[in-house]
């Protein structure tokens, strides 16, 4: 390979690993028109059909590649998952085998092979073998522990699904996956309440801002918060309604009007359970989920109800037991007109925590 064409084909895998596929592609199709016998540009080109998924070209590119050399091992790692995404689980495997073969110090080839026993369920502990392997041979590889992460699921090695994401992180803090798999951990664990998911998200996201995973994970939290706020609307529909005691039986409501003080007593309680249950909690929120819980309110129309009616049924409340009334019809309509939609929509929008 001539210097030229060794600059063209590295400049190619600069651009791949920051994801400018198709300006790598170009690169490398100018290189192979130059010298179409170029067996690293044609591995390289098949890497950059695997990355956006364009598996049938990745088994054109490696077997360009292999036409010139059986024996390029980074053309059978990838020609690999190429024949794996594509159903051909028979030749993925022999293709790793050969790679195996050929570099068994090379903890990609392990990686490669780990994959394709994976198509055999049978196999299953084969392929975390494998993956074991990798790891022994690239102990500060985040491939070889992603390799194990998927082999131990496989498996169901919960301890080493841990392993492969706890060293992936302590190698690379901002690893996508592994920060997104650590993410969704800590929040399904029993006991965890909407805000302190939206903090573990938005706490990942602060890592790896581009991903959707973790973006989704932050918006479901948020919106579990905001549905929370309906209940302290209910709650003070609730105590504004049993100050006058709306709905009277044998005779025992107190009289109408209600004196002020007893009126400013349970505005003053509509107040602190708001406080306590809204104010002071998203006021402590790191900024990252306050910005979350803007953001979606402008994005999401379940969001925006959510929050008209916390705020309705509040204002509601707040009528009950502002005005001092004389009779009970007019608060009993208030009264439902603020309970009775918040109560129909509780359940109706839980499918979009999900």
Not at 227 to 251: E, H
Not at 291 to 305: G, H, N, Q, T, Y
Not at 318 to 340: C, E, S
């Amino acid at each position: 390979m001539t210097t030229a064409g060794q600059d063209l084909t590295e400049q190619a895998s600069a651009l791949l690993s920051l994801d400018r596929v198709d300006e790598a592609k170009a690169l490398l199709a100018k290189r192979l028109a130059q010298d179409p016998e170029d067996v690293q540009a044609w591995a390289k080109l098949a890497r950059c059909h695997l990355r956006v998924k364009e598996y049938d070209k990745v088994i054109e590119a490696t077997g360009a590649a292999l036409a010139i050399d059986p024996e390029y091992v980074d053309a059978l790692i990838v020609r690999t998952y190429g024949m794996r995404r594509t159903t051909r689980p028979d030749e993925s495997l022999a293709a790793a085998q050969e790679a195996v073969r050929l570099a068994p110090h090379m903890w990609q080839s392990y990686v490669a092979l780990s994959e394709a026993l994976g198509a055999w369920q049978p196999r299953w502990p084969e392929a975390l073998q494998a993956a074991q392997d990798a790891v022994r041979l690239g102990p500060e590889e985040t491939g070889a522990y992603y390799a194990l992460w998927k082999a131990a699921l496989l498996n169901g090695r919960s301890d080493l699904v841990e392993l492969g994401v706890r060293e992936t992180l302590r190698i690379d803090p901002t690893d996508a996956w592994a920060l997104r798999e650590h993410a969704d951990r800590q929040a399904a664990a029993p006991g965890v309440k909407p805000k302190q998911r939206a903090e573990v998200y938005a706490s990942a996201l602060a890592a790896d801002p581009g991903s959707a995973g973790l973006r989704l994970g932050l918006d479901r939290a948020v919106f579990q918060m905001l549905r929370g706020t309906r209940w302290l609307a209910v709650l003070s529909l609730l105590m504004a309604g049993a100050a006058i005691n709306l709905f009277p039986s044998d005779g025992d409501a107190p009289d109408l009007p209600l004196p002020l003080g007893r009126r400013l007593y349970v505005l003053a309680l509509i107040g602190v359970v708001w406080a306590f249950g809204a104010w002071r909690r998203y006021r402590k929120l790191r900024a990252g989920v306050q910005l979350s819980v803007r953001s979606l309110v402008r994005r999401m129309f379940w969001a925006r109800l959510v929050l008209v009616q916390a705020v309705l049924g509040t204002l509601c409340a707040v009528a009950i037991a502002a005005v001092p009334w004389t009779d009970r019809g007019v608060p009993q309509v208030i009264f439902w007109v603020g309970l009775a939609p918040t109560l129909l929509t509780i359940w109706f929008d839980r499918p979009r925590t999900r």
